[in-house]
Nanobody
Framework: QVQLVESGGGLAQAGGSLRLSCAASGSIVSIPTMGWYRQAPGKQRELVATSTTSGRTNYAESVKGRFTISRDNAKNTVYLQMNSLKPEDTAVYYC???????????????WGQGTQVIVSS
């Protein structure tokens, strides 16, 4: 079983910064992809950013230039540095990982419980 535990959400003013962290634990062989999604009230969950073990990153257009995703592969941890926050960044942010499980010996998608980010204007 794989667990993703997020931290770092909270309240920020527009123009401010927050940093999210997500640590994966459990029977893990490797984590090819880690990233972040978000879901605002009344909206569908959407991709924010992803990162592969090779260092390839992908960002939603709405966050490019403001958010930076990074990983510590040795710690199975992914970070999301969010700068120049806007009220429209308000959402629940979910950590996401594609994990090669040592138990099932297969790839599976895993999700964190979510962390709330609120940006006030």
């Amino acid at each position: 079983q794989v667990q993703l535990v997020e931290s770092g959400g909270g309240l920020a003013q527009a123009g401010g910064s927050l940093r999210l962290s997500c640590a994966a634990s459990g029977s893990i062989v490797s984590i090819p992809t880690m990233g972040w999604y978000r879901q605002a009230p009344g909206k569908q969950r959407e991709l924010v950013a992803t990162s592969t073990t090779s260092g390839r990153t992908n960002y939603a257009e709405s966050v490019k230039g403001r958010f930076t995703i990074s990983r510590d592969n040795a710690k199975n941890t992914v970070y999301l540095q969010m700068n120049s926050l806007k009220p429209e960044d308000t959402a629940v942010y979910y950590c996401y990982a594609v994990v090669l499980s040592a138990v099932s010996e297969s790839y599976r998608n895993s999700w964190g419980q979510g962390t709330q980010v609120i940006v006030s204007s």
